[in-house]
């Protein structure tokens, strides 16, 4: 695990949303204030669900939610309205709560059949909105990333093609394990960004967290997230963290 990594662990699941809540809101004021917007990658999966809530219901301190744009590091290859979607997560306890602008929400166009195609267009939309050169990666302020209890992360999953991909930003990468594919952020974009906020709750995650934060012979794909000049933010819950030798509050 990368030695620049911050390990946070709060008592309770509330206090963790809660601490994740202040950091977006302190990311944002902090990116708005130096470049005018605050460029985030929303994750998927089931946990960010509460972060996403408690940021809609307007607990946390104030967010410019005018400045800030909206992309996906991951997203299931499923349209926007399918159970699956990440955008569709986002979009019900997040997106629609909020005042934002339409045109400052990037979703992954995954109800395109041809999940290469769809991985090569969310590329580009990526590519116009930083304005890249050829071979630039993207700097996003923030990258929000969970964990399976595989130690995949975004859609990396272990024995995955994506995970040697070191020059696209967006691919579409087949997990075996669901015999589908998935659009996902690569290793290069993921470790290009200003700071990534990893978060993990409940007791199923304890035992990966061990891994991942305690084993690096482990060698599992969360663990090659390590921004080059970045943050590297862990935030578990005590459940979480039930198996961490280092513990820090
Ligand atoms: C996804 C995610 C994935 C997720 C982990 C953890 O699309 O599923 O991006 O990487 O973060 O699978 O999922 P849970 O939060 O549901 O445990």
Redesign the pocket.
Same mark, same amino acid.
């Given at each position: 695990m990368a030695l620049s990594a911050e390990v946070r662990i709060a008592n309770t699941a509330a206090d963790l949303f809660q601490t994740a809540a202040r950091q977006f809101a302190a990311l944002a004021a902090e990116a708005v204030s130096a470049r005018g917007r605050f460029c985030v990658a929303l994750? *998927? &999966?089931? $946990?960010?669900r509460s972060l996403y809530s408690l940021l809609a219901g307007g607990s946390a301190p104030s967010i410019p939610w005018d400045r800030i744009y909206f992309f996906? *590091?991951?997203?299931?290859h499923v349209p926007p309205a399918d159970p699956d979607s990440?955008y569709r997560m986002a979009n019900e306890s997040l997106l629609s709560k909020i005042p934002l602008r339409p045109e400052s929400v990037f979703r992954v166009p995954a109800e395109e059949k041809d999940g290469a195609a769809a991985a090569k267009a969310y590329e580009q939309t990526v590519r116009d909105f930083f304005k890249l050169q050829p071979g630039e990666f993207p700097r996003f302020d923030l990258i929000l990333? &969970?964990? &399976?209890?595989d130690g995949? $992360?975004?859609?990396?999953f272990p024995g995955s093609a994506g995970l040697a991909e070191n020059k696209r930003l967006v691919i579409s990468n087949w997990v075996e394990k669901f015999k589908t594919d998935?659009i996902?952020f690569t290793y290069p974009v993921l470790n290009h960004a200003a700071c990534v906020m990893f978060?993990l709750?409940?007791a199923?995650?304890a035992s990966i967290a061990h891994e991942l934060l305690e084993d690096p012979a482990a060698k599992l794909p969360a663990q090659s997230v390590c921004p080059i000049d970045g943050r590297l933010l862990w935030l578990l819950d005590s459940a979480a963290a039930a198996g961490l030798q280092r513990r820090s509050a």
């Open positions: 994750s *998927g &999966g089931s $946990t960010p996906w *590091g991951d997203e299931r990440n990333l &969970g964990t &399976g209890p995949h $992360t975004a859609s990396l998935r996902t978060l709750s409940g199923e995650k």
